[in-house]
């Protein structure tokens, strides 16, 4: 069956098909739909499966399946309703935790990255709340500031930085017309 390599779409289901499901399904990289659901099928899910990356839609439902369900690529898309009625699966996207889960070798799971994901949104969260409390405090006093007059304290701020400023630009001027250095004293 894994030589049907153009296969777009392949429903099995209410077959009463028995047995496990073919590890050659994996070969079949352009399948986009694979529906085994209401059969009979037992053993594991192949892990070759996980080589589909069209794979769009996936029904195990109401089978005899067991064990853990394989991670990575599409299979981090499906959701439960593709796995009902296997009381033998374990494993993400279903609630049931597999006995084994921290196995050497095994793929981290989607928890582990959501975890670091959210230790970093945590630390970003603080971060914009301060940029966001100073920034309304600081349009607040700014408002209150010149609603109620000119604020000396600035005015003079501003002046000083323009005559520093004019004063630069000025001697550059002079330095340019004369070719001679503007000589401080």
Known sequence: MGELNSLILLNLSHNSL???IPSSLGKMTELESLDFSSNKLEGRIPEQLTNLTFLSVLQL???ELVGQI???KQFDTFSNDSYIGNSGLC???LIKKCHNEEEPGAPPSKFDE???DSAALFTWKFALAGYGCG???GLSQGYIAFTRGKPWWVVKKVEKYQQKFVGRCSGRH???KTGK???RS
């Open 114 to 116: 959501e975890e670091e």
């Open 181 to 183: 250095p503007n000589q």
């Open 174 to 176: 002079k330095k340019k």
């Open 70 to 72: 394989p991670q990575g």
């Open 135 to 137: 920034l309304v405090l």
């Open 18 to 20: 028995t047995g496990q």
């Open 61 to 63: 439902s109401h089978n």
């Open 91 to 93: 494993g993400l996207p």
